[in-house]
């Protein structure tokens, strides 16, 4: 059998001449897209006899770009194999169908050699309604495809297998165009990389709270805690996992997490990314090694490898999913771009539609903050930092106010934080330095929950535009007017962001929120208005001091009020 199997994948290798085109369907939209002539996608129900078909070998396969093994769900061991120079190009939907082999599928791939995305046996549909699962089970019957699993949280998606002698994305449009279901997602194999590259483990300076080189080139975060630390706030890290044992988290590690892989919880940890990123956000004060943005926020992991897999768009939106069905009020994304790939005509309606969900049903209706990292690879935003206008995407800058040399620009770049050489925590009680617009990223989402903890009614659109309005035009660029939260550059969207003055704008004060009354002796009734009233080493000698302040008094000693005199505080 395998003898003949291979003899007809031979015939129909010299029988094609030319890659042919092929589509897919998105948000109602026919996407042309064109297979590889070089890669070509192949699964067998295990490792063992995928191994055993050599079709390496029988095909002139060069060498093996990438494999794995079955995961959850009834999936393959697969392999991505690259054809050798010289030999003719392969229509996989074409071998697929005049394959023999009871349990061989062959799928097409999509981009460059490099770094390839193929499609595989797996595909996805979102019903019309919650109810029409009949509507599913009568066509999958019909189309000989089989119902695998409802994705975990997205109620309306469904995951299905192909039949042998087709593929996922042949059967998605198929789906598709009986009109039958709101949206079908090809599950392209996407590989998101995370957003950051390792340095000087020994670097402990944090610089992007407070910039003692270059004034005001941070996040003005010291500040900021005089006003809140984001207590009350959960921020969801969807990442390679927080340590939840690590002493940076002890005071505020949420007790829910998951792990989006297995699709159950714990979260566990698959690298150092996710740590490194999860301190950023909320490393506590607790003079243990230093701070997070949020150093009160409640840090919910969802965690994922970040690695190559057939279902990993179907993952990450289900941990998407899963963050906000469980109040996450920022959910932080450092990852993405597809290594540089700019595939922009590979999308993932499923991945859409989560981030969507996300934004217009999170915090009770009010909107959950989605940030993506803008991606490191010195060029223009690929998928999915660019994909909704309604994402918080942030680039990265270097401690003197400039880009950094790796960040991503363009149309759809929001803000800017620092993300060279960016200490945080690291797994097992480590610490060190990371650099990356994954490192940016969680900056912006510990100012956010900074701007959620006072003002916990606003949208998350009002949340976006009070950090988006209130940035600092850093770095000697030229700041556009006319965009919509005030002048912009494609390098470095609205600017730098300033907790303080994102803060002060989300509470209706301004973007200087702050009065201070100190050092004074009050002789005679004194009224000090204000939104958020600083005061210190004050002296109550005659008479009365009202803090009318609308937010909130701060009182640091000394301060003393004088017998028989009065002190007021709030209206």
């Known amino acids: 059998m395998m003898k003949k199997f291979l003899v007809v ?196 300076n944090q610089w992007g709270l407070r910039n003692t080189s270059f004034a005001g080139i941070d996040v003005n975060a010291c500040n900021a805690w005089d006003l809140t630390l984001g207590a009350g706030v959960t921020v969801a890290i969807l990442d390679q996992g927080v340590d939840a044992a690590h002493p940076e988290f002890a005071a505020n590690y949420s007790p829910l997490s998951w792990n989006a892989m297995t699709g159950s919880s714990p979260s566990v940890v698959y690298g150092n990314h996710g740590t490194h990123v999860g301190g950023i956000v909320g490393a506590n004060q607790n003079n243990y090694m230093g701070s997070g943005v949020a150093p009160a926020a409640t840090i919910l992991s969802v965690s994922h490898s970040l690695g190559l897999g057939v279902n990993t768009s179907q993952q990450l939106a289900s941990g998407i999913n899963y963050a906000w069905q469980n109040g996450a009020a920022v959910i932080n994304n450092s990852w993405g771009d597809q290594g540089g790939a700019y595939y922009f005509q590979l999308q993932s309606a499923m991945l859409d539609n989560a981030i969507a969900s996300a934004i217009a049903n999170g915090r009770g209706g009010l909107g959950t903050v989605v940030i993506f990292a803008a991606g490191n690879f010195n060029g223009p935003m690929d998928y999915p930092a660019n994909s909704n206008a309604n994402i918080l995407t942030v680039g990265s ?15 759809g770049l929001d803000v800017v934080a620092p993300g060279s050489n960016i200490w945080s925590t690291l797994p097992s009680n480590g610490e060190g330095s990371m650099s990356g617009t994954s490192m940016a990223a969680p900056m912006v989402a510990g100012v956010a929950a900074l701007v959620i903890a006072v003002s916990p009614n606003l949208t998350g659109l009002q949340v976006r535009n009070a950090i988006e309005s ?42 200087n929120p702050v009065t201070t009354y100190n050092s004074v002796t009050v002789t005679s009734n004194t009224t000090i208005t204000g939104c958020f009233i600083h005061s210190s080493n004050v002296t109550v000698a005659a008479g009365k001091l009202h803090l009318n302040a609308s937010r909130m008094v701060t009182i640091t000693p000394t301060f003393t009020v004088n017998a028989g005199q009065e002190l007021q505080l709030g209206n």
């Open 9 to 204: 994948l031979l015939m129909f290798v010299s029988a094609l001449a030319q890659a042919q085109s092929d589509y897919y369907w998105y948000k109602g939209k026919k996407i042309s897209i064109t297979p590889s002539k070089n890669l070509v996608y192949i699964s067998a129900p295990d490792s063992t006899q995928l191994t055993a078909s050599k079709l390496g070998t029988n095909l002139s396969f060069a060498r093996e770009k990438f494999k794995g093994a079955p995961q959850k769900y009834n999936d393959n061991a697969w392999k991505i194999v690259e054809i050798k120079s010289g030999s003719l190009p392969v229509d996989a939907t074409s071998l697929q169908k005049a394959s023999p082999a009871a349990q061989i599928h062959i799928a097409p791939v999509f981009g460059n050699d490099t770094m390839p995305i193929a499609t595989t046996e797996f595909f996805y549909v979102q019903l019309k309604s919650e109810n029409d699962l009949p509507v599913l089970k009568a066509q999958a019957e019909k189309l000989g495809t089989e119902i695998l699993t409802q994705v975990p949280y997205m109620p309306t998606w469904y995951k299905l297998k192909a039949p042998l002698g087709s593929n996922g994305l042949t059967m998605a449009n198929t789906f598709y165009e009986t009109n039958l279901f709101a949206e079908i997602d090809p599950g392209f194999m996407f590989h998101f990389k995370n957003n950051a590259c390792p340095t000087d483990p020994s670097f402990v």
């Open 397 to 411: 800058i270097a401690n003197n106010g400039t880009r950094s040399s790796f960040s991503s620009f363009g149309t």
């Open 470 to 511: 209130t940035a600092k035009k850093v770095g000697g660029y030229t700041y556009t007017p006319g965009s919509p939260n005030g002048s912009w550059n494609n390098q470095m969207g609205y600017g730098l962001v300033d907790a303080v003055a994102a803060i002060g704008v989300g509470a209706g004060c301004g973007v």
